[in-house]
């Protein structure tokens, strides 16, 4: 799900709704009218376009309103502008946007997204009991119980991220260091992990500045691993600035992203890895 689907016909438009309500979880549909002729729908039509790459799991519609089989689906929602961008949950208008407006359409997109994935309240307990954990340093047991509100909500970004940190601080435990290499608790398979999750909360939502935080976080482990003994000479140098391009990339999405504390952790990261550059 990256590139919208053009719709064509009610019939389509139909089809592709009870698809997306049908998904386990259930997936967010977002809508554009427009028109070819019109002057914002063409503005915005580029907007759209990255907003669907960003979000590979919402699926994005387009809908021309100048093709007389799709002409009764802008007439059902009473259009009175173009373009309009609309947000389906279960089938139904979650909210809408008009004309060119690009941080309204983003916003909505990501409301919509946090609205469709919400936490259970068995999720929400289990992210609870992990959060418990991991501030007693019990990673094994934080990683538990994070993998169980994954289970039940598998499109949850701070879950991922959580997980993320979880296993990236276990890595650095001497005992991790210690398990057989072909222990899931080895460090490098904990790391491996922490890698898997933190590039998978930007698939979720790239526009979490969290999430880049959390991703520089673990490039930074992966940074010390490229550059060490057990690796091979020719292969050490290009590695490690692989990750530190990595590091420096995601540590100014961060900063771009976040408000507050965020901000400030993230800038206090990026200057320290910068002076050590």
């Not at 019939?11 to 998904?23: I, M, V, Y």
Request: glycine share 6%; hydrophobic share 45%.
């Amino acid at each position: 799900m990256s590139a919208p689907i053009e719709i064509h016909s009610v019939a389509e438009w139909n089809a592709t709704l009870l698809a997306a309500k049908a998904q386990t979880p259930q997936t967010p549909v977002v809508a554009m009218f427009y028109a070819p002729w019109c002057g914002p729908s063409n503005e915005m039509a580029p907007l759209y376009l990255a907003l669907a790459d960003q979000h590979p799991h919402v699926q994005f519609l387009r809908v021309n309103v100048a093709d007389p089989e799709a002409t009764a689906i802008g007439a059902f929602f009473g259009l009175d502008g173009l373009p309009t961008f609309i947000g389906l949950h279960d089938g139904i208008i979650f909210d809408h946007v008009q004309g060119t407006n690009p941080h309204g359409v983003a916003d909505m997109v990501d409301e919509l997204k946090r609205t469709v994935w919400k936490l259970s309240p068995e999720a929400e307990q289990d992210k609870v009991e992990g959060n418990t954990a991991f501030a007693a340093r019990d990673y094994k047991s934080a990683i538990a119980h994070y993998s169980a509100a994954i289970e039940k909500a598998p499109r949850t970004a701070v879950l991922y991220s959580n997980r993320a940190i979880s296993y990236l601080k276990l890595s650095e435990e001497d005992a991790a260091k210690q398990e057989h290499s072909d222990s899931q608790w080895n460090h490098r398979h904990l790391r491996a992990s922490a890698f898997h999750d933190a590039s998978f909360v930007l698939e979720l939502d790239v526009r979490w500045g969290k999430g880049w935080y959390r991703f520089a976080q673990v490039m930074l482990a992966v940074e010390q691993d490229a550059s060490g003994e057990d690796v091979a000479p020719e292969h050490r140098e290009e590695g490690a600035r692989k990750a530190r391009d990595a590091v420096i990339a995601a540590l100014a999405q961060a900063v771009a992203l976040t408000e507050g504390r965020a901000k400030t952790e993230a800038e206090a990261l990026q200057r320290a890895f910068l002076d050590g550059v």
